[in-house]
T-cell receptor, first 111, second 112 residues
């Protein structure tokens, strides 16, 4: 999906470090989302945003921070990474009432 | 917490056969969506069915929705090896303004 880009694709970080996952979309979709995918849990919503400067918590927001100063960008920051945050992170965008477009994911390992 | 629950968790069929996956959910919905995820990739939106619709088709895909039973099914006809993937249902609650809640998925293997 060329219109939504996540970076980096893979990341290894140490416990306690701050790490930021980037998400950029080119469609000017209003909504953007961050999910994490873990075996046995499926996809769980971390944070979402309905528009620039509007963000809301999802199911598992603890330990994460987001911002949305521009419509096209929605970075996710792990303030102090823990091993339990080892996961695959997916960013998605959409307009209300339509399907989501997902990025290719960032595989994060916290050692 | 998961709203949708797919059944079965895993399904293995021969190429050319039909594959049926089911999804049950708990609360009233605005719409229900199905997604496919190939190994190591992001999810791809397949089809959206609204709460006032009962059936929708897209190519070899057929989705049904029974709001009285809070269930949906995804039928893939004449399966191909390339259909091998995980399939997720996801629901938007009745307000329509809240994000998708995903089930844990059905892992489909199509054997050539």
């Amino acid at each position: 999906d060329a219109g939504i880009t996540q970076s980096p694709r893979y990341k290894i970080t140490e416990t306690g470090r701050q790490v930021t996952l980037m998400c950029h979309q080119t469609w000017s979709h209003s909504y953007m989302f961050w999910y994490r995918q873990d075996l046995g849990h499926g996809l769980r919503l971390i944070y979402y945003s309905a528009a620039a400067d509007i963000t809301d918590k999802g199911e598992v927001p603890d330990g994460y921070v987001v911002s949305r100063s521009k419509t096209e960008n929605f970075p996710l920051t792990l303030e102090s990474a823990t091993r339990s945050q080892t996961s695959v992170y997916f960013c998605a965008s959409s307009e209300q009432g339509y399907g989501y477009t997902f990025g290719s994911g960032t595989r994060l390992t916290v050692v | 917490s998961q709203q949708g629950e797919e059944d079965p968790q895993a399904l293995s069929i021969q190429e050319g056969e039909n594959a049926t996956m089911n999804c049950s959910y708990k609360t009233s919905i605005n719409n229900l969506q199905w997604y496919r995820q190939n190994s190591g990739r992001g999810l791809v939106h397949l089809i959206l069915i609204r709460s006032n619709e009962r059936e929708k088709h897209s190519g070899r895909l057929r989705v049904t929705l029974d709001t009285s039973k809070k269930s949906s099914s995804l039928l893939i006809t004449a399966s191909r090896a390339a259909d091998t993937a995980s399939y997720f249902c996801a629901t938007v609650p009745n307000s329509g303004n809240t994000p998708l809640v995903f089930g844990k998925g059905t892992r489909l293997s199509v054997i050539a």
